[in-house]
């Protein structure tokens, strides 16, 4: 019931990397673009882009520890659990 697409996977893995600041430009564009078609990605990217300013932006700021812990609780629920990656 909670099985997602391999593209939506890819996604919120790549969203993952942006969080830590180490997603490029081209990766994010392929966010952007999977969100467009994709409701549950959406609203998560479209949370950050409102926050941040997903892809111009991406690299160059410091992320909120509320911002980033809210976004990593979301991908962890949208990927269906999964161990955190602790820090
Ligand atoms: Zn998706």
Excluded: F, K, W
């Amino acid at each position: 019931m909670t099985s997602r697409l391999p593209a939506c996977r890819e996604t919120l893995e790549n969203i993952s990397a942006y969080l830590d600041q180490e997603l490029d430009a081209t990766a994010c564009e392929r966010v952007e673009s999977h969100a467009l078609g994709c409701e549950p990605c959406a609203a998560l990217v479209s949370g950050l882009r409102t926050t941040l300013g997903l892809c111009r932006r991406a690299g160059e700021m410091d992320l909120p520890d509320e911002v980033r812990r809210r976004a990593r609780a979301s991908i962890q629920r949208l990927l269906g659990g999964g161990t955190p990656a602790g820090d």
